[in-house]
């Protein structure tokens, strides 16, 4: 990965996170996908980063973006929903993008259902946030742009 003078971070949402503020706000939230884009959009300006988000309800186009990450961005942020308990495909292409990738949970699993304790991904990201509603994709950023940053991979700010 060449290094850029402003860092490109990738956002990828997997299933249900399109109808956040109305799926279950008692676990989720009543915030938005598109209104937590928009704080992670005022964040990234602070730091000087840009962002993409993307989203889809279907494994084959979340495995396709990641794939097509692969030399295009710093670092990503996944949000996987309920792949992140069955996806092997999702994993192997996190893995194929070769980037510094954080693990990010709205809610957290480890205080959920049991099947939501199994994560096909915590060993192949850098990191995990969870538990902190929406306000965890602007924590997200930050931690993966400290961690550019330490790496060389980027200029301080």
Do not use: C, W
């Given at each position: 990965?060449?290094?850029?003078?402003?860092p490109?971070?990738?956002?990828?949402?997997g299933?249900?996170l399109?109808?956040?503020?109305k799926?279950?706000?008692?676990?989720?939230?009543?915030?938005?996908?598109?209104g937590?884009?928009r704080e992670?959009?005022?964040a990234?300006?602070?730091e000087?980063?840009?962002?993409?988000?993307?989203q889809?309800?279907?494994?084959?186009?979340?495995?396709?973006?990641l794939?097509?990450?692969?030399?295009?961005?710093?670092?990503?942020?996944?949000?996987p929903?309920?792949?992140?308990?069955?996806?092997?495909?999702?994993?192997?292409?996190?893995?194929?993008?070769?980037?510094?990738?954080v693990?990010?949970?709205?809610?957290?699993?480890?205080r959920?259902?049991p099947f939501?304790?199994?994560?096909?991904?915590?060993?192949v990201?850098?990191?995990?946030?969870?538990?902190?509603?929406?306000?965890?994709y602007?924590?997200?950023?930050?931690?993966?742009?400290?961690?550019?940053?330490?790496a060389?991979?980027?200029?301080?700010?």
């Amino acid at each position: 990965m060449k290094r850029r003078a402003r860092p490109r971070i990738l956002f990828v949402n997997g299933p249900n996170l399109n109808v956040l503020g109305k799926r279950e706000p008692e676990v989720y939230g009543r915030m938005t996908l598109d209104g937590i884009r928009r704080e992670v959009e005022r964040a990234a300006r602070r730091e000087g980063a840009a962002v993409e988000f993307y989203q889809s309800n279907h494994e084959g186009e979340i495995v396709g973006r990641l794939q097509e990450a692969r030399g295009n961005f710093d670092g990503l942020v996944i949000n996987p929903g309920g792949y992140t308990h069955s996806s092997v495909a999702i994993r192997d292409a996190l893995i194929y993008a070769g980037v510094p990738a954080v693990e990010l949970h709205l809610s957290n699993p480890a205080r959920r259902e049991p099947f939501r304790r199994t994560s096909l991904v915590e060993d192949v990201v850098v990191g995990r946030i969870a538990g902190f509603g929406g306000y965890g994709y602007v924590l997200a950023l930050s931690a993966l742009l400290n961690l550019l940053r330490e790496a060389g991979g980027l200029a301080a700010r």
